[in-house]
Structures are given as structure tokens and as C-alpha cells.
């Protein structure tokens, strides 16, 4: 969740940090958002910043904020100090690898995150539980989030050293596995080696770092973050070429197609979930193609409340729609919006034609 408490932006930020005047009060929304490029910190109690509430977020967002970067750090936990401008995060003491692919799903259903931070596997080799699954189970994670937010900026970090020796060498064998795995994941998943940014001297218990060691982290993660710049720039419109779940931002629920791949089908949103149905393709000439169809104003009409639906492809007006950055999806046809009937947020609400009007109804974000 995001959005309940505004903040300004960096400059804002700055400011208040220089005076001492920005504090955390315990009675605070469990939320916050400056309406920047959404960041999901994702892994167990290192993220979460055990010794030090807030962990390597505290330096990585004052790095954003001198770097004027308006970012929104998403999640369900919030935890930190008033030096943290956003206190969001999806770290979870003592959670393993099963644990985080358990509750992926809804997590990104609430977060829509352009950019997700991965740093998970230390309770599995630490504690020495089920150690020779831990990359197939990291492997399936990955892919979990692929299907989800395929157009995600994802950074998967090897996971940061361990005192006891033999913990320490189980992390290294873990760690050696993650180059190849992230390979096989495509363009936008990336690879941050967070165990050569530590030593043991780093760490507070044997484990979790110190804030030396949680500082180093952030300028690891910041390095990895500047090297992909499309990671903190928000995606505004479809890419051309490449799927993406369009979700509709009042709702969080996904543009879907219901009823197969039969002409007709009607266009509606539901639960994201990233399968075949939830996946549009936008094409050069506008078209936004699913099910190997495209989608489709019933019978080239104008009119309110005409139907969207799913269409053989044959390229005329009804099937061309033109991708703005504020998330409205124009008709070239009739010059109106894909809208959601009443600006319903239920499961199984109808998609239509309608008038432009600048409403929610008519906004779609990019996963």
C-alpha cells in the first residue's frame, strides 16, 4: 500500500533533514508516497534493517534525495527513522525464500513497484534448511515476478556474508548459483553482488550488518540502481513490442479479457495475475494485442458505454488507441477513453467506452 501520506519532494526532504524538523510520529499512516517512481525492498529482516530500524534504506533514499530523485518506497512494513523519508518496505524478519514466494502476489497486486530490490536466502543458508533447493525455490520467485510486473526493474542481490564458517561457505555456494539464474531471466532482471560489498567486520551479530555495513549496501544498491536509469523513471505508456498487465489505478486490478479467445469477449478488470488474457502487446500502429486478438470497440461505435472487446485483428480505427503518459488509452477512432463502467473497483467490472474525462475510471499504469 501507498499513497495515504503525502510527502514533498527531495528538495523538501533536504530541508527538513538540515533543520531536524522531519519526524516519525508513532500514530503515523502506515504508508507513505511522495508520488515518485514506486520501489518495492523485498527480502527478510536485513531489509527490514534489524540493529538499525531501517536498515541500508535509510542511505540509499538520502542518496536519491541529494540526487533530487523523487522516489516512493512501497510495501506493508514501515520502520526507520526520521532521517528515512519513506519508511515503506516488504522486509520480513526471518523469512525464507518459500515465505516471500508465498505472498508475492498479492503484495505486488497492492504495490504495482516499477523497480523491485531482492535480497533473499539468508535464513535458508543460515539456517541450513533445505540449502540444495534454495535456487531452484529463488529461481521460481524470480519467474513468479516476472509473470506478475513483467516490465519490472528487478535487482537480485547474492546475499551478504555470514561469521560462522560453515554458514559462510553454504552462502558462497548459494551465491555462486545466482549469476546463472538472473541470465536466464531477461533484460530486466538484474544481478548486485552485495556479499563483495561486506566482510565480517561489517556485521553487528554474525549476521546482520552494522550501519557501516548497511551503508555499504546502499551505495551498492544506488550503483546498480544509476546503471539501469529506466529503473527510477516511471513507465507512463506500453512499450511497443513487449507485453505488459495494464492496471487499472483505483482498483489495482488488471484490464482482462473474459470468455477465451473467441471475437466478442468482453474486456473487464480482475485480480492481476499475468496470464495470457492480462498480457497486451501495443504495437507501432496502436493496436494493443492479446490472446492473438486485439482489442476492440464493438462495431467502430462512439457512443458512452460501448463495448471493448476482444477482436480478430484487421486494422481499422476500432482496434488503434493512442498511450498517454497520464495513463488514458484514447480510441483514434472516436477520440474516447477505455474507461471501467462507474469507476467500479470489483472484480468483473466491465470496461467501455467513455467519454475523456481525466477520472481515475480512465487511468492505466504499466506493470
Known amino acids: 500500500m501507498h499513497g495515504l501520506l503525502r510527502r514533498a519532494g527531495a528538495a523538501a526532504l533536504g530541508l527538513a533533514l538540515a533543520t531536524g524538523l522531519l519526524t516519525v510520529s508513532p500514530t503515523a499512516a502506515l504508508a507513505e508516497s511522495n508520488g515518485g517512481v514506486r520501489v518495492m525492498p523485498l527480502g527478510d529482516s536485513i531489509t527490514d534493517g534489524f540493529n538499525v ?24 512494513g514501515f520502520n526507520g527513522p526520521a532521517a528515512l523519508g519513506d519508511h515503506d518496505h516488504e522486509g520480513h524478519s526471518g523469512w525464507k525464500i518459500r515465505d516471500l514466494d508465498a505472498n508475492i ?6 504495490s504495482a513497484p516499477r ?12 539456517g541450513n534448511d533445505d540449502v540444495g533447493n534454495a535456487p531452484a525455490l529463488l529461481s521460481a520467485l524470480i519467474d513468479k515476478i516476472r509473470v506478475l510486473a513483467p516490465n519490472v526493474e528487478l535487482f537480485v542481490a547474492t546475499i551478504t556474508p555470514i561469521s560462522d564458517a560453515a554458514a559462510e561457505q553454504r552462502a558462497r555456494t548459494f551465491n555462486a ?24 567486520a561489517d556485521l553487528a551479530d554474525g549476521l546482520h550488518p552494522n550501519a557501516g555495513g548497511y551503508d555499504k549496501m546502499a551505495a551498492r544498491w544506488y550503483s546498480a540502481l544509476q546503471s539501469v536509469p529506466g529503473s527510477l523513471t516511471a513507465v507512463t505508456v506500453p512499450p511497443v513490442g513487449s507485453p505488459a498487465l495494464l492496471s487499472h ?20 478488470i480482475r485480480d492481476c495475475h499475468g496470464g495470457a488474457n492480462q498480457r497486451f502487446t501495443r504495437t507501432a500502429a496502436g493496436e494493443l494485442k492479446v490472446l492473438d486478438r486485439c482489442l476492440d470497440v464493438n462495431g467502430s461505435g462512439t457512443a458512452n458505454g460501448t463495448k471493448v472487446q476482444l477482436w480478430t485483428c484487421n486494422g481499422t480505427g476500432a ?6 503518459p497520464d495513463g488514458s488509452l484514447v480510441n483514434t477512432n472516436s477520440l474516447k477513453c477505455i474507461d471501467v463502467s462507474g469507476n467500479g473497483t470489483a472484480n468483473g467490472t466491465l470496461v467501455q467506452l467513455y467519454e475523456c474525462n481525466g477520472t481515475g475510471a480512465q487511468r492505466w499504469t504499466v506493470r
Open 319 to 324: 482496434q488503434r488507441f493512442t498511450a498517454n
Open 105 to 110: 502476489t498479492g503484495w505486488l497486486q497492492r
Open 115 to 126: 523497480t523491485v530490490l531482492l535480497h533473499i536466502g539468508t535464513n535458508d543458508i543460515n
Open 53 to 76: 530500524p531501517g536498515g541500508y534504506r535509510i542511505n540509499l533514499w538520502q542518496r536519491m534525495a541529494a540526487d533530487r530523485l523523487t522516489v516512493d518506497f512501497v510495501g506493508s
Open 249 to 268: 489505478g483505483p482498483s489495482t486490478r488488471c484490464l482482462d479479457i473474459s470468455g477465451g479467445t473467441t471475437d466478442g469477449s468482453q474486456a473487464l
Open 177 to 200: 548459483t545466482i549469476p546463472g539464474i538472473v541470465a536466464q531471466k531477461g533484460s530486466r532482471t538484474h544481478l548486485v553482488d552485495l556479499h563483495a560489498a561486506l566482510t565480517t
